[in-house]
């Protein structure tokens, strides 16, 4: 009898373990509860490609801020806004750039490709990151938009990926300085690529999944 009641004992103990492991197996633990914004990870429009077609609706959105009748403001897609940006107005994605694709996180605009490392500068200049890197790699840009005076803006980098390494913020501004062309811009950040924008566009926001270009009021 006693054996029976030992084995009984050890069943109701095994019983109780396997529902303590089905209940924390199902419940979430409160520390893991969907994403956090402004993390890589909660991503509010999801990647999108960029493309010819998004560039130019784009460009039909910020036109329309210019007409006299026309609306205050126009909202643009990740997409739209990042196909505009660096295949229309800034031009500035690296030359060997493939497969570039945009995305809303938090309130930050981010875009991706697969570049060559040479289009900035090399394994050299890239110090001990480039030992970490194939010749062929993704970079990923993570930034606001910031107006600085009629007609000028900048794409502000905070965020740069190479590969699977985070960039440190004082190395930025090298590898922005191999992707930069032309002259030097009056008033352009270290961390900034300069966007000349028509000169009524007085403000962008990054908010909600969308960017939101509004115009100048008189």
């Known amino acids: 009898m006693r054996g029976f009641f030992r084995n009984l004992g050890c069943l109701i103990i095994i019983l ?9 197996a199902r419940v979430p633990s409160s520390g893991s509860t969907g994403t956090t914004i402004g993390t890589a990870t909660s991503v509010s429009s999801g990647w999108q490609p960029l493309t010819a077609a998004d560039a130019d609706r784009g460009r039909a959105a910020v036109q329309s801020l210019g007409r006299q009748s026309g609306p205050v403001f126009a909202n643009l897609s990740a997409a739209e806004a990042a196909s505009y940006i660096f295949t229309v ?9 493939q497969n570039a694709q945009a995305a809303i996180i938090g309130d930050r605009l981010y875009v991706r490709s697969d570049v060559e490392l040479k289009d900035f500068g ?16 993704s970079v990923r840009f993570g930034g606001t938009i910031n107006m600085l005076k009629p007609g000028l803006g900048e794409f502000l980098v905070q965020e740069v990926k190479l590969g699977r390494v985070d960039v440190p913020n004082a190395l930025i501004p090298r590898i922005l300085t191999q992707m930069k062309r032309g002259k030097d811009i009056p008033g352009i950040s270290q961390n900034g690529l300069p966007m000349v924008m028509p000169s009524y566009i007085s403000d962008v926001r990054i908010s909600s999944g969308k960017i939101t270009l509004y115009k100048s009021v008189r």
Do not use: H, N, T
């Open 16 to 24: 109780l373990a396997v529902a303590l492991w089905y209940w924390y």
């Open 89 to 97: 107005v800034a031009k500035q994605l690296p030359p060997s750039a």
């Open 122 to 137: 090399g394994s050299k200049a890239l110090g001990p990151i480039g030992m970490l890197l194939g010749d062929r790699d």
